[in-house]
């Protein structure tokens, strides 16, 4: 003998399609206006968020033929630190490997204040090949100017004009 028992639908999907559905039309709509009004907060927000700072960047001493050439570069304050963008040109006739953008960091009286690297984007840059760099520190506010180099990897430093 076997016992049936009566199926009975949950108290909130009787007679509604659901909870929203529940609810007033008037109510659905308020919600969708609150949500637009701070999704378009939200976006005006970032949007005034302050231009990043920028900050000198002065050529590399002169010394010797260039391997290197170094255009659209950029130094700002952005978000609580500093970051230098550019590109590197090889203009010599080999292919460089492994090459790392240094920054160097000046203060208003041209005292070295910091220095900090980071390998280009492209690790192999034939004749006539660019890559592009970025090197990111944390913001000192005494930092005035600052010089970027190029060297190999932990070694030598590559001659590079602007």
């Not at 637009?36 to 990043?52: C, D, E, K, M, Q």
């Not at 960047?57 to 033929?65: D, L, S």
């Not at 492994?98 to 034939?126: C, F, K, P, Q, W």
Request: proline share 7%.
């Amino acid at each position: 003998m076997s016992a049936s028992i009566p199926f009975s639908r949950p108290a909130c999907t009787r007679g509604a399609v659901g909870v929203i559905g529940a609810l007033p039309r008037r109510w659905l709509v308020g919600l969708a206006a609150a949500c637009f009004v701070g999704a378009l907060a939200t976006w005006a927000a970032r949007g005034s968020a302050p231009a990043p700072a920028p900050i000198a960047v002065e050529p590399p001493p002169a010394g010797g033929r260039a391997s290197l050439h170094l255009s659209s570069v950029t130094m700002d304050r952005w978000h609580g630190g500093l970051r230098a963008i550019g590109l590197a040109r090889n203009v010599g006739q080999a292919t460089l490997r492994n090459v790392e953008a240094v920054v160097e960091l000046y203060d208003a009286r041209h005292r070295l204040r910091g220095v900090e690297s980071s390998l280009l984007e492209i690790a192999t840059i034939g004749a006539g090949e660019s890559s592009p760099f970025r090197v990111i520190t944390d913001d000192r506010p005494d930092i005035a100017f600052a010089r970027v180099r190029f060297r190999h990897l932990l070694g030598r430093a590559i001659p590079t004009r602007m």
